[in-house]
């Protein structure tokens, strides 16, 4: 073939630069909040004492930087790096690669300001308020047309195997947000959920749980298929298992969900779904894991020498660790004792320093000195990160195991008296603080590693030269190509458009069979009359509850165990939540369940509690809430709540915004005449008498048994 049949073209290395860039700032960002909010797990004074860095507020910013801002920048960085390589094209629309950059800076950034000013859905990875979630679809959306549109002019004509998985994620992701991600706002900065207590739990966990499957996982397995066999110089061990890995993957990922809701007040039929369909998922994640590791065979001395290759082996190995404790953790006798525990902390950081973190490091590390054209300025320091790295995330991981199991055991032990051994909670917390102070130093040692990535990279960029267009060339695509006999997989590599269909109607199914039924058949949720909608000030003080991320320490959603019975009180029904938007069972217990903490103590006990927790329980590693007592409710929107709830079904009487804050007054200077006479003076108005309203109904709503 001559020149002449050639046509020339470039790639745009300038927006891989930029994405890249954005990868190593943020991530420096989020691991820094991530051992600021370890520390003040056992030492709350580093909350710095304001209301925006207590743990509750800053744990969200944590989580919301390493996905979204660190992992989310790492695979634009991959995707706009591979795919026009792969494609023999540049990207369709290079205003579309900006705008996508600069728009996903500015969500980051507006997450970064709402989120410690409470202004928050508590919705696990999916926390920002509604205009922000707009902002994320319109990007999103931009991000998967210049992919479409970069696969309809592209020159190569099969479409590779990353390439399938950058699609389902495009589609997936952009399925997820807009389904969970339904609310009704209520001003610009509040709005209320669609959907409400146990419907709520089940279209959150179908989203948090396949959001952790196309954010963190497919759009990365996508690049590891990419960058792993091009830093080994290694073909892809085998094209049949990438297939039944590819589809068996995202069609069953889809119905996994439900594993996270185990023993809760979830119906049974979607639990039981969750936990046959996560157990399933070992099989095409193994493949993938297998695919991978098989793919460096015959490479193994490069692997010892380099230290792409080194971070590589252990994302792999991590994905697979990973992938297999997620289908045991869905057994309930399994469930049963990590669930609310630290152990699925320790599960959820194996794969996220292990897999997302350390496969970016590795493709950073390849793909920089290609940008600038010259060497990484230092083999022996990405080797010492590379071990830095390890060892912060077994620092992490292994006392949260053990934190785990120390705190299960105690919970669940009974005396010769058939009495709980350790009756109060907080027995288990003092025993589990110096596994915390050890997650503190992984979580430390792990930061040190990516700063020296970060001087790393800075020495080669100015050591090399960048080179911002690079110049290729390629045949273009010849028209009409149908052979016969093709393998039909590789027919469906040819149409884009067609596979893209193909993988929608396959990540559909699952989700559509299990929260259709759940939405629509009422007999799911049955309701409990005695059940009434929030008085205007306890909703105010759920409202606070949720801005201050109590979520993040305290579940509401007690169990049919007799150790939690017999410390919390009657197990918690699927019609005491009918109300709740949202839904606010938790995933991580650092304190007690407070779902029947309504009158278990005087208001004033309450009053005293957040003043200085410890006062009232001694051990207890909740930060003080001073400022409640001083700080003013602003009761301004109430009526728009009012009226926002009720267009959602919520059954207050017509023209209810009217009276409610006369209600809200009457029940806020009943609680103020209580805590007078406990000898405490505080304003009707302030944030702590709205906060105790909320508490002292949680449970209430029918007859709890006696607890501890």
Not at 86 to 103: D, I, Q, V
Not at 260 to 276: D, I, K, R, S
Not at 393 to 407: G, R
Request: glycine share 8%; net charge neutral; with cysteine.
């Amino acid at each position: 073939m001559n020149d002449a049949t050639l046509e020339r073209f470039q790639y745009d290395n300038k927006i891989v630069k930029y994405f890249g860039a954005a990868t190593i700032i943020w991530g420096l960002v989020g691991m820094l909040v991530g051992v600021i909010a370890a520390t003040q797990l056992f030492w709350p004074e580093a909350n710095l004492g304001n209301p925006y860095t207590t743990f509750g507020r800053i744990r969200p910013l944590h989580t919301n930087a390493v996905i979204f801002a660190f992992v989310g920048n790492a695979i634009f960085a991959g995707v706009y790096y591979s795919m026009p390589r792969l494609l023999k094209t540049p990207m369709w629309n290079k205003s579309l690669s900006w705008f996508h950059f600069w728009g996903w800076q500015l969500i980051i950034l507006a997450a970064a300001i709402t989120l410690p000013l409470g202004l928050t859905t508590s919705k696990e990875y999916a926390e920002l308020e509604w205009p922000i979630d707009i902002a994320i679809a319109l990007v999103w959306v931009a991000f998967g047309a210049n992919m479409i549109g970069t696969l309809i002019k592209r020159r190569e004509r099969h479409m590779y195997v990353a390439i399938w998985f950058y699609l389902a994620s495009f589609v997936t992701v952009a399925v997820l947000h807009i389904f969970n991600s339904l609310e009704l706002p209520v001003s610009f900065t509040k709005s209320y959920s669609a959907y409400a207590g146990v419907q709520d739990a089940l279209v959150q966990w179908w989203y948090g749980h396949n959001a952790v499957a196309f954010f963190l996982t497919t759009p990365f397995l996508g690049l590891m298929y990419y960058f792993l066999p091009k830093a080994a110089n290694r073909p892809v061990y085998s094209y049949k298992l990438s297939i039944v890995h590819f589809w068996s993957l995202i069609f069953i990922y889809m119905w996994a969900g439900p594993h996270h809701l185990l023993y809760t007040a979830l119906p049974e039929w979607a639990q039981v779904l969750g936990t046959v369909f996560s157990v399933m998922l070992i099989a095409p994640s193994w493949g993938g894991m297998v695919n991978g590791l098989l793919t460096l065979r015959g490479a193994w001395d490069k692997v010892r020498n380099e230290p792409v290759l080194k971070f590589m082996v252990v994302a792999v190995t991590a994905y697979g660790m990973s992938t297999f404790e997620g289908p045991m953790l869905s057994l309930k006798n399994v469930n049963a004792i990590a669930h609310y525990t630290d152990w699925i902390v320790a599960h959820v950081h194996i794969g996220g320093l292990g897999w997302n973190g350390f496969l970016t490091f590795g493709m950073l590390y390849w793909m920089w000195p290609r940008l600038f054209k010259t060497t990484i300025y230092s083999q022996k320091m990405a080797n010492a990160h590379f071990w830095i790295g390890t060892l912060g995330i077994i620092f992490y991981a292994l006392p949260m195991y053990v934190s785990a199991l120390t705190q299960f055991l105690m919970l669940r032990e009974f005396d010769e008296m058939g009495r709980l051994a350790y009756g109060n909670f907080l027995q288990t917390v003092v025993e589990i603080v110096p596994m915390y102070v050890l997650r503190a130093f992984g979580g430390l040692l792990y930061l040190s590693g990516a700063i020296m990535m970060v001087y790393n990279m800075y020495k080669t960029a100015q050591k090399g030269t960048f080179e911002a267009y690079e110049e290729d060339q390629a045949p273009a695509l010849a028209k009409n190509y149908n052979p016969a006999g093709e393998f039909w997989h590789r027919a469906w590599e040819r149409k884009p458009v067609f596979f893209t269909v193909l993988a929608t109607i396959a990540i559909a199914i699952g989700g559509a069979i299990e929260i259709i039924p759940t939405i629509l058949v009422k007999s799911n949720v049955p309701t409990i009359s005695s059940v009434k909608p929030y008085t205007p000030l306890e909703l105010e003080g759920r409202d606070l509850y949720i801005a201050n991320g109590c979520v993040g320490c305290h579940s509401q959603m007690i169990r049919p165990f007799r150790f939690e019975t017999e410390r919390y009180g009657e197990y918690s029904k699927a019609g005491e939540f009918v109300y709740d938007r949202p839904f606010l069972w938790g995933s991580k217990r650092t304190g007690p369940d407070l779902h029947r903490i309504g009158g278990k103590y005087p208001d004033s006990w309450h009053y005293f509690h957040m003043e200085d927790p410890t006062s009232m329980s001694p051990g207890s590693l909740m930060p003080p809430y001073p400022w409640m007592k001083e700080n003013v409710m602003d009761y301004s929107d109430l009526p728009a709540k009012i009226r926002t709830l009720q267009k959602l079904g919520v059954p207050y009487p017509e023209g209810y915004d009217e009276q409610a804050m006369a209600d809200l007054e009457n029940q806020a200077n009943q609680i103020v005449t209580n805590l007078k006479d406990a000898g405490v003076e505080v304003m009707p108005n302030t944030e702590i008498v709205a906060l105790i309203a909320y508490l002292q109904r949680l449970g209430t709503d029918i007859k709890a048994t006696a607890s501890n």
